[in-house]
């Protein structure tokens, strides 16, 4: 968007609560409901200054796949663990127990099909 004083791009910020990297469609879609989201927009060549805010008055969702949701929030608190683990090797360990897992489990599923 530009600045409509003097045209110049301007920045978008969500927050104050939300990392500078937060997209206002990210913010938005992780908000509760009566949870109200903040953004600021501000041009930085002539100091104009926007701030405005959006209530979530109510959330309707569609019915989903629970097993495809569960999975997601497995794998982004999966991710989230993974993030916050500073040693690299502690990493690799993980990263070999999930393959060694992988290999048993397609073990176990090739020997099931074979039996039935």
Known sequence: MDCPACGSPVTLEVGPDQPLSTSLSDAVLAAEEGECVEMT?????????????????????????????????????????LASIESVG???????????????????????????
């Open 41 to 81: 927009r501000d041009c930085w060549d002539c100091g104009w200054h926007e701030t405005r805010q959006l209530r979530v008055a109510s959330i309707d969702t569609t019915a989903g796949d629970e097993t495809a949701v569960e999975r997601a929030e497995l794998i982004d608190e999966i991710t989230d663990e």
């Open 90 to 116: 502690t990493l690799e360990e993980t990263l070999a127990a999930i393959r060694r897992q992988r290999e048993t489990d397609s073990a176990r599923t090739d020997t099931d099909d074979a039996t039935e």
